[in-house]
Each structure stands twice: as C-alpha cells, then as structure tokens.
C-alpha cells in the first residue's frame, strides 16, 4: 500500500467515525440559530438542504453500499412524497400546535383557566429531550402497529417498498402512515401543554435522524447505536427478512425497543437486501391510491388478483 492509498484509508476511516456526530450536532446548531431568527421555518428549511446536501456529498465519498449509489427510478417519486405529503402534514402538525395557542388568546375566560402540566421552566435542552421521549412511545408504537396490523401495513409498506437507503428517501412515506404517527406522538404533547418551540425541536431532532438513518454512508456509530436510531440499526430494519426487519422501530431513540424487546443490532455487516415481497405502484398518484383498492391491497402483499 502506497503512501497516497494509506492516508486516503486513514481519512475514510476517520470520517466514518465523525461523519454521524457532524452531520448531527451541526444541524441542530444550524437548528438552534435558525429558531431564534424572524424566519424560523425558512431558516431550519435552509439549515435541512445543507445537511441533505452533506450526506448526498458523504454517500458518494464513504458510501455503504456501492451499488445503492445507482438509480432506481423512483427518484422522483421520493421527492414527490417527501415534499407533498410528508411535509405537508409536517406543517399541518405545527399549525395544530400553533392553533390552541391562537384560540387560548381569543377565548380569555378559558384562558384564565388553562392548566399545563408541562414544565416550561425547565431549559429548552431538557424540554426538547423530555419531549422527544415522549413523543417516541407513540411513534414506537404507531411503526410497531404498523408491521403488525394489515390494514396500517399496506400505507407503510410504501416506505419500505425502496430497494436501496438513501438520503433521499427518508421522506417516502404514504399520508396516511404520516398522519397516524404524528397523532400517537404529538397529541400527548398537546394535552400538556408544551409549548410550540419544543415541537420546533422535536421536528428537528426527528428530521435529523430521518436523514441519517436512511443515508448510504459508511459510518461507525458503536455506543450511539444503544441510545439512537442510526443507520446501522435501520438497515436492519429494512431487511427482507423478517426476523431482522421487524425490529428496530425506534423513529429517534431506541429505548422503547430496549424496553419491548425489538432491539436488533448482531455483530455483523447490516443487511442490504432490503425491500418488501410485493410491488408498488409505478407513480406518485397510483401510489397514493394503491393501499384504497382491493387489487392494489393484494398487489402491496405479493398476491395475485381475483379474477373477476
């Protein structure tokens, strides 16, 4: 091995051990000043595209799986569910945050009698920590659900009918799978009062891991896997083989699969052989509609059509 090839080796292997707490720890700093300017959502839009643009950057430079940098075709139609649907109902989800609030100041006499059990004091690094556990035990339970219940499974197969992880896909989920998961993990937030930064924070912690967990970088997370969702961790999520893939349901943190046995992390390569037995529609609409028809049901599971 030439000089050249030894410190190309020694970079790889260093960035594969910093590339997580980097793209981590810089977007929730980005976060951090975004929040505390005029523009809030704008800024954290533009804090997103630049950690998207990193790991894009990353996948092509230490990437996991080799041949996950190859098109697949559905390029467009993960952009499609990212923006219009995902998103969407992401902003739907701040606006019921925001609307409580707005009706509290108009309606004084209730106001007067409003009762939070959230702890407001507290520093916003320990509320947002509080309330992303919180919200965990819903999603934990909303991606359990819907592995193990057909009727949820046939909106949530469309994010794991991908056939490679990468950081463009983190967004692919049906509207349906993305309603269900918010209402388990944010309406106990509502209920106690928190107040709309730390649903600021909870968005961004998640939108965070969404992208790393998904990315096609090689990097080494060790302990971080006992505590958060990585992509080692959700690899294995994605595996073909169900033994392996239905664990690991931890959107954010994996303490709940701790607690509920589904913890999954083998001293072995994660798998790439990822995908689902059945077939997904071919476009963005068709696949919005897929999981509403009986043939598009028995498509989703790998079934033939009842011949009429």
């Known amino acids: ?18 590339s997580w707490p980097l793209v981590f720890f810089s977007g929730l700093t980005g976060a951090h000043f ?13 804090v997103y595209a630049g950690e998207v643009l990193l790991l894009f950057l990353l996948e092509r430079t230490i990437p996991y799986e080799q041949r996950w940098l190859e098109a697949d075709g559905e390029t467009a139609n993960d952009i499609a569910h990212t923006v219009l649907t995902k998103g969407l109902v992401q902003l739907a989800a701040l606006s019921a945050a925001i609307f409580p609030m707005l009706a509290a100041g108009l309606l004084q006499p209730l106001a007067a ?8 004091s507290w520093p916003m690094i320990f509320q947002a920590a509080l309330a992303v556990i919180i919200a965990e035990f819903g999603l934990y339970w909303a991606h ?27 967004g692919r989920f049906h509207v349906i799978d993305s309603l269900f998961k918010i209402a388990l993990s944010q309406i106990p937030l509502y209920l106690l009062g928190a107040p709309l930064p730390v649903f600021w924070w909870l968005g961004a912690v998640t939108a965070f891991i969404g992208i790393l ?5 090689d990097m080494r997370t060790g302990l971080v896997d006992f505590v958060f969702s990585t992509p080692r961790l959700h690899r294995w999520h994605h595996s073909k083989d ?10 954010n943190v994996v303490l709940f699969d ?13 798998s790439t052989d990822i995908g689902i037995k059945g077939q997904i529609a071919p476009g963005f609409v068709s696949q919005l509609a897929q999981p509403f028809t009986k043939d ?4 989703i599971l790998g079934r033939q059509p009842k011949r009429g």
Not at 296 to 299: A, D, F
């Open 1 to 18: 091995m030439t000089l050249t090839s030894k410190a190309a080796a020694a970079a790889r292997y260093i960035l594969a051990y910093l």
């Open 34 to 46: 975004a929040f505390a300017g005029d523009r809030p959502m704008v800024a954290f839009s533009a």
């Open 113 to 120: 009698m409003q009762f939070s059990l959230w702890p407001s």
């Open 144 to 170: 359990r659900i819907a592995h193990e219940r057909l009727f949820f499974w046939r909106f949530h197969a469309l994010h794991h009918s991908v056939t490679r992880l990468w950081v463009i896909n983190t």
């Open 213 to 217: 967990t998904h990315c096609n970088v």
């Open 242 to 251: 169900l033994r392996e893939g239905n664990t690991n349901y931890g959107e």
């Open 258 to 270: 701790q607690l509920f046995g589904t913890y999954f992390n083998p001293d072995r390569p994660s």
């Open 296 to 299: 598009g049901v028995r498509q």
